[in-house]
């Protein structure tokens, strides 16, 4: 790989998330005349690339084996030939993170939704209710992909008293220990900038309920004119994408946006992990108990229980985590523990390498 191809590569692919880590990945292919790219979209056995060589078209039939896993995914960084009618896909890097879903067969199956994603942004609307059960269930689903989960209250413009606006972000707060709480207005543009600049490090996504203001918080960070563009620029010709693809877009103040409509409503998919931190704090008061295998239902010496008693836990906490380890549960019992198996062992090692390579890179600076 020569200095000259190596500049070139960060300039083209910066925006689409290429750093050091991934020029390491990189680096063993880059001596057999390949391209490195990002998946910008995925239909049907073909996926859209994003190269040094523009947007190409490639086939993916050498790396779809019958792994539903490993079928690439928008998101992924893969490895293409510079030509060829079709041009191929030879490889994809090690994902950093990922969404998986179950898929509605009897037999959960997990599928592969999207991958190195770095932001998780779970959109909750100010214009009901507030409801935490669910926004722990999606707080869940973000924690176990690897991404840094975000919420994003919705629709602020709809609660004009600071103060009861300030109330409800500090209730989300408590319960998403780690996670930061922005409250945006779309409609008026409120804490739009803040937002921004988050997303402008890395790979977003947007979850959330339907009505939730997802689109809407979409189209603010691209620009109705970017959202245009992107249609018209459509490799198919076919115009806008449909529900069935899947779209990773550029934002015009930094970073990327997946926008799969198939993730938004995602369900728990052996999230057991992600459940733990959703509930960290849980977790942490469980290391006090004194039975290491305490299930904090009756035991003597619980600090969990006693939490509960003392007020420092509220009760809706303690079964909303039950809940979803039960829930969490049944899927498990319906799905391949191979498959469970060898996802967690590629990912989640290549999510610590990973972080651990950021963290490289930030020291450096
Ligand atoms: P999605 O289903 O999550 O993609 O939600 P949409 O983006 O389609 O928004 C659902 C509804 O909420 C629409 O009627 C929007 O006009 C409305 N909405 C979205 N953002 C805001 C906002 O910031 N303020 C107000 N008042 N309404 C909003
Ligand atoms: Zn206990």
């Not at 004194?290 to 003392?310: I, K, N, S, W, Y």
Request: glycine share 10%; proline share 5%.
């Amino acid at each position: 790989m020569t200095s000259s191809f190596t500049a070139e590569t960060f300039s083209a692919l910066a925006p689409y998330g290429w750093d050091e880590a991934w020029a390491d990945e990189f680096a063993p292919y880059g001596s057999q005349d390949l391209l490195p790219g990002r998946v910008i979209r995925v239909d049907r056995g073909q996926c859209d690339v994003a190269t040094t060589d523009g947007v190409v078209r490639a086939d993916t039939a050498f790396v779809t084996p019958h792994d539903p896993l490993r079928v690439v995914c928008t998101g992924d960084w893969v490895v293409v030939e510079p030509g060829g009618n079709p041009r191929y896909v030879r490889a994809y890097l090690p994902r950093r993170t990922a969404f998986v879903r179950s898929t509605s067969s009897k037999r959960s199956e997990g599928q592969i939704l999207a991958s190195n994603v770095d932001h998780a942004i779970v959109a909750v609307s100010l214009a009901a209710e507030l409801d935490l059960g669910r926004v722990e269930r999606f707080l869940a689903l973000a924690w176990e992909s690897g991404a840094q989960p975000l919420v994003v209250l919705t629709k602020a413009d709809l609660v004009p008293d600071p103060a009861a606006l300030a109330y409800l972000v500090q209730d989300v707060e408590t319960t998403a220990p780690g996670v930061t709480v922005v409250p945006v207005s779309a409609r008026d543009g409120d804490g739009l900038d803040v937002l921004a600049a988050i997303v402008a490090g890395g790979t977003s996504v947007l979850l959330g309920q339907s009505g939730a203001g997802k689109s809407t918080l979409a189209n603010a960070l691209l620009g109705e004119d970017v959202m245009d563009v992107q249609a018209t620029r459509d490799v198919d010709g076919k115009g806008r994408h449909t529900t069935t693809t899947r779209n990773l877009l550029l934002l015009p103040g930094g970073g990327t946006l997946i926008d799969t409509p198939g993730l938004r409503g995602v369900g728990l998919w052996d999230a057991e992990s992600g459940v733990g931190q959703t509930f960290s704090e849980i977790e942490s008061l469980a290391g006090r108990c004194r039975f290491q295998d305490c299930a904090h239902e009756a035991e003597p010496g619980c600090a969990v229980l006693e939490a509960v008693e003392t007020g420092e836990l509220p009760v809706r906490r303690l079964e909303s985590y039950r809940k979803l380890l039960r829930e969490n549960e049944r899927i498990v019992a319906k799905t391949d523990a191979r498959l469970r198996a060898e996802i967690r062992k590629e990912w989640k090692r290549r999510g610590a390498e990973g972080r651990a390579a950021m963290d490289l890179k930030r020291g450096r600076h």
